[in-house]
């Protein structure tokens, strides 16, 4: 089936249009059309009297805060004006081409930008994943582009001047007054988590803002946590990462605590279905929200009683009675405000369908954040008319339905700054008193991954995580290893399904990672376009050293683990 995309003005040049009203210094730029007006290029060339310029794609599909297709598109390196028209032929010749592979019917849209001439600069997110005082950079002193491709130095920055940034180089202390300005103009206007590419003009003497979209994923730890953080956290060996740690994502103090809640509050309904469920100890979160699961306590939670398996059988008709007469009750459920009596009935009935349907009926549905309260979503409400009997088709709708009354209370909380750093009971109090503070004190922490915390890892696993790092999903999995040495000098086509190795990803591959299994790398950045886009698409994507690879072959069966960062070669 073809998507279709109006031609509309692109947003990524309103963006840009709205930060120089806004008073923020962006490059001066021209709309083209697909043939070129060489006229007004000319006219253009000659008003900036700019020695380089570049060609941009403005694609309306680029720009989504849900799912973004940039980096799919191309965009042209610092040209001279006798380069301009040739290289608009290219980018319409390219960008017609990534529309046509993603199946989106649109012409090309361009904009021709005078260059800005920088060494230092790069990429940031404001905020920092729901840290709302803190933003988070991605820089290299030879250009912007080496930040796009990967090869980057991250730093978190606090825009509290009361508060040191957790994580500061000294190569960017000069520029963070600036930086900390330019994203505080943004956010008292954008209504958005920001997304913004930027470089430092010397000539200028000035942060300029080359692009600004919404961001279309939380960017968490960058670092992996040392041992003694995690002793000093009192993590146990325990606690792992696992399944459910995928599926919620990392979540902020209040996102955990009311999941904690939901679930104290349905022990009778767990229990109606065979199930110990004497107490919720088996969920953990941690400083950059990380949720860990306590396997042996989690076990316990779902053990079945003496009769646990006749009273799930006996009473799942009474269930889909449940089921049935709640969804009559929904006549007003898109207008209504929200209510966590209604979105604690929606958890407790999808909780049971899901149990009973085995988690079948919800494999094609993929929620980014759907867990998180800072992450507000455009949702839209599920048709509850034909009430299906098949508990497949209802536990599908009853997640639907529970995530568009949460979606509720994440509208409400956008207008609370600090309300995402409370507990549950906190904030039906209204007591934000500790919020703040709370946010200082873990941002510290946050900086660190805490997935790998197993203290009796093997010292080999020890050993590749102080040399590897997880920018994508984190997921095992098995695959053929498809190795390209050369990336510059490679055209062939990638295999679907395959685990790629190369000592980069190449831009030009970014239309493949959705079909990809695993991505291994040695150079590689958070916030680069490949590891944003392997994170929509939910691909892990691990950078690793030299001698984490030694051995493999093109070929091999592989298995990857990108929680534990482990890569060896698979002996079936």
Known sequence: MTNSVSNKLSNK?????????LGLVTPQTLLISESGDEHAIQDFVKSTGAKHFIVRSMNACEDGSEHSYAGHFWSSEAIIADEILSTIRIANENNQ???????LEASPQLMLQEYIEHSIGGVLFAPWSFFSDYYYVEYSTESVQEVVAGNSTPAVLSIDTKHTPPLLDDDLFFLKEKLTEMVNTLREECTFPIDCEWAYSKEKD?????????????????????????KELSISSNWQFGALSESLGNLSPLSFSLLEQLYKDSLSTFQSIGYKAEA??????LPDGTVLVDPIREKAFYKSTLMGG???SFRAPQWQKKVHDFLDTLADFQSSSFSYQKLLTLFQLWMVANILSDGGGRENISLTHAYELSWYQALTVADVSSKPKDWNALNGLLRDLF???LNKLKKTLSEEKYSV????QEYLNKDFSKAQQRQHHDAPYAIYDFSNVNEDSSS??????????????????????FIIENPARFHQTIPAGSIILAPYFDNRWVHNIQHLKRIITHKGSQLSHSAIVAREYGVPFCVVSDEAVQGLKQGDLVVLDSVQLDIVKSIM
């Open 280 to 285: 919720v100890d088996f969920l953990l979160r």
């Open 13 to 21: 040049y309103r963006y840009l249009q709205h930060a120089s009203e």
């Open 403 to 405: 995530f568009y009354e």
């Open 97 to 103: 081409q990534a529309l046509e592979t993603l199946n």
């Open 206 to 230: 000035a942060v300029v803002i080359l692009q600004v979209r919404p961001q279309t994923h939380l960017v968490g730890a960058i670092q992996s946590a040392p041992p003694e953080v995690a």
């Open 421 to 424: 750093f409370c507990h549950w």
């Open 460 to 481: 080999h696993n020890n050993n590749q995580q102080s040399n590897a790092q997880s920018i994508g999903a984190k997921k095992v999995s098995t695959g053929p290893l």
């Open 310 to 312: 006749f009273w799930k």
